[in-house]
């Protein structure tokens, strides 16, 4: 079955780039109404969308975040990423790669999550 | 933009206890798309429910989802150990914003 995973650097100093990447597997990334997602939950805190992604790169992102995001996807190394940019320590958070499935509405799988520290 | 609010923030219960979490959007939702996610620490979430009432692929029948509009329920009848979670809704009608609940914490 399909399953993500992301990579990336853990540690982040302010005003620099965010760069997360979220490999797929057990599936290609241009299969189905499918869009490729990044939720991040801040510590103790709930979920919040960052944006998503269609390999086609029609692409939409949460208009909190100031136009700071960027996903692109990569079909032939079946990759996605996101660039988040002038990162401050309220970025520190857990990022979340999911896919989503377009008109059913729901997240599945997800990423196991990876932990980034924005910190000089 | 559509607001999803959770309730209780908290419920603790005993094993065997039915676990009900109310989850209200500011105004109406398809049903078709309303999600539940069960999230155990230190761990991604989980897909439960999606369409508001169907069971994802493994997710055991004492997790059942229900309502319409803007009132939307997940019941967990006969709570075991391992349903300490926190428990999310989401919904995804007013695209192409999405909106999470706040959480619903079941203590076991």
């Known amino acids: 079955q399909v399953q993500l995973q992301e990579s990336g650097p853990g540690l982040v100093k302010p005003s620099q780039t965010l760069s997360l990447t979220c490999t797929v597997s057990?599936?290609?990334?241009?299969?189905?109404?499918?869009?490729w997602t990044w939720i991040r939950q801040h510590p103790g805190k709930g979920l919040e969308w960052i944006g998503y992604?269609?390999?086609?790169?029609?692409?939409f992102y949460n208009t909190s975040l100031k136009s700071r995001a960027a996903i692109s996807v990569d079909t032939y190394n079946n990759q996605f990423s996101l660039k988040l940019s002038s990162v401050t320590d309220a970025d520190t958070a857990v990022y979340y790669c999911?896919?989503?499935?377009?008109?059913?509405?729901?997240?599945?799988?997800w990423g196991q999550g990876t932990p980034v520290t924005v910190s000089s | 933009e559509i607001v999803l609010t959770q309730s209780p923030g908290t419920l603790s219960l005993s094993p065997g206890e039915r676990a009900t979490l109310s989850c209200r959007a500011s105004?109406?939702?398809?049903?078709?798309?309303l999600g539940w996610y069960q999230q155990k620490p230190g761990q991604a979430p989980r897909l439960l429910i999606y369409?508001?009432?169907n069971r994802a692929t493994g997710i055991p029948d004492r997790f059942s989802g229900s309502g319409s509009g803007t009132d939307f329920t997940l019941t967990i009848s006969g709570l075991e150990p391992e349903d300490s979670a926190v428990y999310y809704c989401?919904?995804?009608?007013?695209?192409?914003?999405?909106?999470f609940g706040q959480g619903t914490k079941v203590e076991i």
């Open positions: 369409g508001a009432s």
């Open positions: 057990g599936g290609s990334i241009t299969s189905g109404a499918y869009y």
């Open positions: 989401h919904v995804s009608t007013d695209f192409p914003t999405w909106t």
């Open positions: 999911a896919r989503y499935a377009d008109g059913l509405g729901w997240f599945d799988p």
């Open positions: 992604s269609h390999y086609s790169g029609r692409a």
């Open positions: 105004q109406s939702v398809k049903s078709k798309y």
